[in-house]
C-alpha cells in the first residue's frame, strides 16, 4: 500500500479507503462484510469510512466491530452528521445540538472513545459556519474528534469555512469529500484550486460511478447481483444507462486491456493522478474487489494514455 497526507495534516491515509455507504449494515451480510473489512486492513488499508446516516448507525456498528481486534491507533475512522436522523426539528443539520448528539451517538454505537475525522455531510445553510465550526472545534479540544473535514461543500463554502476559522482562531478543515470519477468531474474547475490553496485533501467517494466503470453493465443488461438490480439503491446508477455512457466504457476498457489491466484499476489510477486526491474510496461487497481495487496504486498512466482517456470521455 502507498500512504498520503491527508490535505496539509501530519496524518497519513492510504490511496485506497474503503467506505460503507449502500454495503454494510443492510445489503452485505455482516459476516462477509467483516472478511471483506480484515482483507482491506491485511492489504495495507488504514482508512475507513463511515456516516451516522448509513442504514441508521448499522454502517458504522459493522465497520467497527470488524476493525476491533485491531490495534486502535493502526487505523482511521470517520463518521458524519448532518442528513436527517429522526423526525424532530433538531434531527438534521449542523447545529451545535446535533452535531454534539450525533458525535456522541455514533461513539457509543462504535465503541470508540474519538473518531480521526467527522465530516459535515452536507452544507447546512439554516446553521451559522461559525455555529458549527465552533462545536466542532470544542469536539476537538475534548479529544473525540481529531480532524475536521467537510463533503460535497462548494469552492465557495470551502473559502467561507476557511476564513471562518481563521477569524475565531478554530481548527481548519483539512479534507473534503466530493464525488469524483471519470464521469463527475465537476470538483476540477474550482474545488481542487480552492482546496489546494488551503492546503485541503480530497477523499473522493463513488470512483467507480456507482459501478459503470467495472464494466459489468451492457445496454438492456443488469446483473442480477450488481446495485443497479437493487431497487433501493439504483436511483444513483441507471440515469447513467444510456448508450452515449456504455460507449464509452467500451472504448475505456479497450485502453485497460492494452494496459493489461481490468477497467476498475484504471479507472482508480486515473483519479489517483490527482495530487490533491488523498483517498479514492471504494465500496466493496466482497474480499476479492478490494483485492483488485488496490492494484491501482501501482498503475502508473502515461502522457499518451491520459490524451487516450480525455479524447474518449471529453
Known amino acids: ?3 498520503r497526507r491527508l490535505g496539509r495534516s501530519g496524518l497519513k491515509v492510504s490511496e485506497i479507503s474503503l467506505g460503507s455507504w449502500l454495503t454494510y449494515g443492510k445489503s452485505v451480510e455482516d459476516n462477509v462484510a467483516a472478511k471483506t473489512i480484515h482483507k482491506a486492513y491485511e492489504l495495507g488499508i488504514n482508512f475507513f469510512d463511515s456516516a451516522n446516516v448509513y442504514e441508521r448507525g448499522e454502517g458504522e456498528r459493522v465497520l467497527s466491530a470488524a476493525l476491533r481486534e485491531y490495534e486502535r491507533e493502526s487505523y ?3 463518521t458524519k452528521a448532518f442528513w436527517p436522523m429522526g423526525d424532530g426539528p433538531n434531527d438534521h443539520g449542523l447545529s451545535r445540538k446535533h452535531v454534539t448528539e450525533q458525535l456522541h451517538a455514533s461513539l457509543k454505537r462504535m465503541k470508540l472513545d474519538y473518531v480521526d475525522v467527522f465530516y459535515c455531510h452536507r452544507y447546512d445553510p439554516e446553521t ?8 466542532i472545534d470544542d469536539l476537538i479540544r ?7 473535514g467537510v463533503s460535497e461543500w462548494s469552492a465557495a463554502q470551502i473559502e467561507e469555512a476557511v476564513g471562518v476559522a481563521d477569524k475565531y482562531l478554530l ?40 459501478g459503470i466503470l467495472s464494466g459489468k453493465y451492457h445496454a438492456n443488461q443488469v446483473p442480477e447481483d450488481s446495485r443497479a438490480a437493487n431497487q433501493s439503491i439504483n436511483r444513483f446508477i441507471t440515469g447513467m444507462l444510456n448508450e452515449e455512457v456504455l460507449s464509452k466504457v467500451e472504448k475505456l476498457k479497450e485502453i485497460a486491456k492494452e494496459l493489461d489491466t481490468t477497467l476498475p484499476t484504471l479507472a482508480l489510477a486515473w483519479i489517483l493522478r490527482q495530487s490533491n486526491v488523498s483517498s479514492a474510496l471504494i465500496g466493496a461487497s466482497r474480499p476479492s474487489q478490494v483485492e483488485e481495487n488496490v492494484k491501482a496504486i501501482d498503475l ?12 474518449i470521455l471529453a
Do not use: C, W
Open 1 to 3: 500500500m502507498k500512504y
Open 76 to 78: 482511521v475512522i470517520t
Open 128 to 135: 451559522p459556519v461559525d455555529e458549527t465550526l465552533r462545536v
Open 142 to 148: 475534548q479529544g473525540k474528534i481529531l480532524y475536521a
Open 171 to 210: 481548527d481548519r478543515i483539512v479534507v473534503n469529500q466530493p464525488q469524483y470519477n471519470m464521469f463527475h468531474r465537476y470538483i476540477e474547475s474550482e474545488v481542487i484550486p480552492v482546496s489546494e490553496k488551503y492546503g485541503i485533501g480530497q477523499v473522493v467517494f463513488s470512483p467507480l460511478a456507482q
Open 300 to 311: 502508473h498512466i502515461s502522457a499518451d494514455i491520459h490524451e487516450k482517456i480525455e479524447t
